[in-house]
């Protein structure tokens, strides 16, 4: 079976069992995306998967052949951090840190999905034509991700300074690392 | 997580053929609560036939009514358009639902077959009449808070946690099936079935049998529904109780026609019936709503955590028809024909 992740391809034999997540970390030694609860409450997991944001602990690999995935590593090339990553560190956006991969990988297709126009449960108009990324909005579409340290406050603030930025300036570029954006465009 | 055999079904036709009509196997969507109840060895079948290859369309009809294919994706079916504009009880349902990656993953028809959230139900280390049938329910005399008031048994007080499928329960949606016999349709609130003496017996669906589509009648006062929903934090929760809701109130304010249901609170989706019966005719007072909520709620029945959920749901139901009221009286006071729901948050 072959695995895309990060733009690369990778033939693997695997047990039908085995999680996306445990594809990552067990079989390909990507220990960037962290198992937190591997039951889909914590978001600790998050990857890209052509560009969407998933829970890799409750995905089994199988299901994901051929699809292009994004982790953590893939979001820039080393040595450069994306600069989401920057403004965590600039915002205090973690403490012990388990959590942050997954808040990275998903606040960058949450920002994309808002750009998109899709609504969140505290959309005012669901009819409309685009969506503003107020601080409520952000802190419902990230609530899939929780942070045990309540570094939320560095969390949004980084977001914000960020991603909400960057939907709000004019014709300003996507957030998705190349990998995913190919894959996107060839859609 | 028991070993099983994975297959990708082509088409529907394919998928029915690779089921064989048996029980040990199961349909696999976005996985996000089979996957889960097989690590936990909660489920184990000897066989998963990946489904989410079938019909992911979205598809609006001039008639006002829609067909989603079984495998569309809870986040495409709330972000369309159309559903949207049709049927906004079913696009805030969904997405006060779960997380925005669960809802990324999971899809139509595996929404509808996802299983209680019960506690007990996940730890075998505890009696599950649904889990282990005939061993006894622990959550009658355990930490109940999430269970049931409407429709529960002395075997099983378990509830169905979905969001979408209140709304769907309230919109009369009617999903279709296939099997290896042909195919059905069944209205969704004749699918899941309230727990009796058989609580592990869940569905009116036979082995085998595939979900293809859900189909949403048209319903032109759906344009103004909404979705209510009260659970123990802000986002990312199961409802305590959950309202779906839609008015019809004529130009001398009596109620028309009216659809309401209820999650939260039952086995299944909770359709209001008693409560849409005392509605229809009847002034569009507050009167009426209280009256109503009373009618549905006459035979709740709390347990030692969870009758506070008899009381809330009262609330959230009147409030719910108030808004939905105000709504439309404030519309014709501006002189407006149409407007968006503004509710469900």
Sequence with gaps: MRFIINGRGHDLS???????????REHLRLTGTKKGCDQGACGACTVLVDGVRINSCLALAVQYEGRAITTVEGLSAEPELHPL??????????????????????AIAMADEAKRGIPSALTEDLCAESISLTHDELRERMSGNLCRCGAYNGIVDAIEATLVAQNAGAGAGGH???????????? | MMQFEYSRASDVADA????????????LGGGTNLVDLMRETIENPRSLVDVTGLSQDIV?????????????????????????????MLARAILNGASGQIRNMATMAGN?????????????????????????????????RIHAILGASPACVATHPSDMCVALAALDAVVHLESANGSRALNINELHRLPGNTPHIE??????????????????????????????????????????AAIDVGDDDSIRDVRLALGGVAHKPWRASKAEA??????????????????????????????????????????????LHNAKASRSANGQSNGNSRGGT
């Design chain 1, 14 to 24: 695997i047990d039908p069992r085995t999680s996306l997540l445990d594809l990552l």
């Design chain 1, 85 to 106: 990553q920057r403004a965590f560190v600039e915002h205090d956006g973690f403490q012990c840190g388990y959590c942050t991969s997954g808040q990275l990988c998903s």
């Design chain 1, 176 to 187: 998705l690392p190349a990998a995913a954006m190919a894959e996107e465009s060839a859609r």
């Design chain 2, 16 to 27: 029915v053929r690779l089921a064989g009509g048996q029980a040990e196997t199961r349909f």
């Design chain 2, 60 to 88: 609006a009809r001039a008639d006002g009514s829609m067909l989603l294919g079984a495998a569309a994706k809870n986040t495409a079916v709330a972000a369309d358009r159309d559903v949207r504009a049709r049927f906004p």
């Design chain 2, 112 to 144: 509808i077959m996802q299983r209680t959230r019960c506690y007990y139900f996940y730890d075998d280390a505890t009696r599950c009449n649904k889990r282990n049938p005939g061993t006894g329910c622990d959550a009658l005399e355990g930490f109940n």
């Design chain 2, 203 to 244: 569905t009116a669906l036979t082995p085998g049998e595939l979900i293809t589509a859900i189909e949403i009648p048209a319903c032109s006062f759906a344009t103004r529904s909404i979705y209510r929903k009260v659970r123990d934090r802000a986002s990312y929760a199961f409802a305590l109780v959950s309202v779906a």
């Design chain 2, 278 to 323: 005392a509605l229809r005719g009847a002034p569009a007072t507050e009167a009426s709503f209280v009256a109503a909520a009373d009618a549905e709620l006459r035979d709740a029945r709390g347990l030692h955590h969870n009758a506070f959920k008899i009381e809330l749901a009262r609330r959230v139901i009147v409030d719910a028809l108030q808004e």
